[in-house]
């Protein structure tokens, strides 16, 4: 029996979702959390024009009311020929997951997305990538170099395991993120199809636990 979180870490939806998920898992140390990156725009190869700025701005504000999370607005707004492509910061969430499969993944995922969305960094660099992720993962006592953590992320087959995540989290039929699931009994049941707060999260998690016979 695990959760499986499939997100993305450029989905503002999913950094709201970041803060809740924690408390829920946290509340069930005992149940594991399995992440799959879904890459909302893997791949984009078009500059970011004002207008798309805006468009998300417009999420950011519901994201942040929400959730209470903050945005660096101005380093948004301010970034130039900046093309939002979701693959390199997925694929730092898998080069953690190669590297370090014991750390707090949870904690790596929240860790970019806090240095794109409150930090205002480039996460589309692999070298501001790395040094947020080895930063995070020696905040848990995982001491690695962020050269490593490059080669890692730079890896055909790091980039591979990244498009093969893609993949499942498309087969299991999710077109939207955040999306929570339970895995239990060979069957995949669905807590939440996007952005909820921890109780009503806690209270889906409870509800399919009573179908199941289950506890944690």
């Known amino acids: 029996m695990k959760l499986i979180f ?16 924690a408390e829920l898992t946290a509340r069930h140390p005992g ?18 024009d004002d207008a798309g700025k805006q468009f998300r701005l417009t999420h950011w504000a519901r994201v942040e009311e929400a959730s209470g999370l903050p945005f660096n607005r101005d380093a948004f707004v301010a970034r130039r020929d900046f093309v939002y492509d979701t693959e390199p910061v997925c694929r730092a969430v898998v080069a953690a ?7 707090d993944q949870l904690a790596v995922f ?3 997305q806090q240095a794109f969305y409150v930090d205002g960094l480039d996460t589309t660099d692999g070298d501001v990538l790395a040094v947020a992720a080895v930063a995070e993962l020696a905040r848990q006592g995982v001491p690695l170099a962020a050269g490593t953590f ?28 955040p999306a929570l699931l339970l895995e239990i009994d ?6 939440s199809p996007g952005y909820a707060p921890a109780a009503r999260l806690e209270s ?11 506890t944690v």
């Open 6 to 21: 499939a997100g993305d870490p450029m989905c503002s939806w999913c950094y709201g979702f970041g803060k809740e998920l």
């Open 31 to 48: 149940l594991p959390l399995h992440i799959l990156v879904g890459g909302v725009r893997a791949g984009a190869t078009d500059l970011l």
């Open 97 to 103: 997951q190669r590297l370090a499969p014991a750390a």
């Open 110 to 112: 929240r860790a970019l």
């Open 150 to 177: 490059r080669a890692e992320w730079d890896d055909q087959a790091t980039i591979a395991a990244t498009a093969g995540q893609f993949a499942q989290v498309c087969a299991m039929g999710i077109r939207s993120f």
């Open 186 to 191: 060979g069957d995949m049941v669905e807590i």
């Open 204 to 214: 889906q998690l409870q509800a399919a636990l009573r179908h199941y016979g289950a």
